[in-house]
């Protein structure tokens, strides 16, 4: 984002058009019951060609359990290249591993979040996190809105191509989320509320510090996965508010967190500290719990964040 006024105005605009851009489309409203896609079927880490769970390990465990490894490569999307870093446990080869597609802000690139990026894989999970050309730092950036909109493109033809890519570890296409901050977060939100961007793999989503309005009350548009939005309350651009519709908006299950130890709009996602590893430990197991709707899982995520400076509310 490039100045707090500036971006308020300009996310409030992209959400008009591309959180919800046709009002001619019909609007479905998702069952109340269970909403997850039947492929998001399990927690559990199976190694390739047998049905038994791996004893003593699965993909979603504690923050800092499994070393990790990195690599680059590029997934081409028309004329856009897009350089693309996995984050994957090491420990876990053989493994059929859950994946997240993370979306990063405005002029920042999937490098700027090492730290959360690197949390999710020591946790089980493979974080696939392409750059986007038009908002990523060190690139030309375009208008707001058209990188918005093809970033939100982007995601998906990634993750396609990622699934299909040889890597060291196994990724299990029935268990896949998207999570993205800011900027990032405007796509992730467009998939997980408007039924023309939604990806039927995903199993969950996860709105970061989402740069999201969203007071249109005539849509009824609703997720059909779960949903985690989370931001600070000082988040010096003031998005705490929309933090707080889209969780009004979104179907069950879903949580909203509130930072407030003084956090601002990117350092939950950056700063490494006991405060922070539980703030990432929640999303490790608010993906468990996406998966498996077991009530333990639900109940790990309110242990999670139950220290001084959360906010917490799950439905």
């Not at 979603?60 to 290249?81: A, D, E, M, P, Y």
């Not at 809105?145 to 995601?155: K, M, R, T, V």
């Not at 570890?169 to 997980?192: F, I, K, Q, T």
């Not at 508010?241 to 979104?250: F, H, M, T």
Request: charged share 20%.
């Amino acid at each position: 984002m490039r100045t707090c006024r500036a971006a308020a105005v300009a996310l409030t605009v992209v959400v008009v058009v591309a959180l919800l851009p046709a009002a001619a489309v019909a609007r479905v409203r998702a069952p109340t019951t269970s909403i997850r896609d039947a492929r998001c079927t399990s927690t559990d880490a199976t190694p390739h060609g047998q049905g038994d769970r791996a004893p003593d390990i699965g993909p979603l465990g504690k923050v800092g359990r499994f070393k990790f490894g990195t690599r680059w490569i590029t997934v081409t999307r028309g004329s856009r290249h897009l350089r693309t870093l996995i984050v994957f446990p090491r420990e876990a080869r053989g493994l059929l591993l859950p994946v997240l597609v993370f979306a990063h802000g405005w002029d920042n690139s999937p490098a700027g979040y090492l730290p959360v990026l690197k949390g999710w894989a020591s946790a089980g999970i493979v974080v696939v996190a392409p750059t986007a050309p038009g908002m990523a730092k060190g690139v030309a950036l375009i208008n707001e809105h058209a990188a918005n909109l093809e970033q939100l493109a982007d995601l998906p033809v990634v993750l396609t191509r990622v699934l299909r890519w040889h890597l060291p570890v196994r990724l299990d296409p029935r268990e896949v989320a998207y999570a993205g901050h800011s900027d990032g977060a405007l796509a992730v939100a467009a998939m997980a509320l408007n039924p023309d961007y939604s990806d039927r793999r995903a199993c969950a989503y996860f709105l970061l510090s989402p740069g999201v309005d969203a007071r249109d009350a005539s849509h009824d548009d609703a997720n059909v996965a779960p949903v985690y939005v989370a931001d600070s309350y000082r988040d010096q651009y003031g998005l705490w508010p929309s933090a707080k519709r889209l969780y009004a908006i979104a179907s069950r299950p879903k949580a909203l967190v509130g930072i407030g130890r003084g956090e601002t709009h990117l350092s939950p996602w950056v700063d490494r500290d006991g405060f922070t590893l539980a703030l990432w430990q929640s999303t490790v197991d608010f993906y468990a719990w996406s998966q498996s709707r077991r009530p333990a899982d639900r109940r790990r995520v309110l242990r999670d964040l139950a220290i001084p400076g959360f906010g917490v509310l799950i439905d």
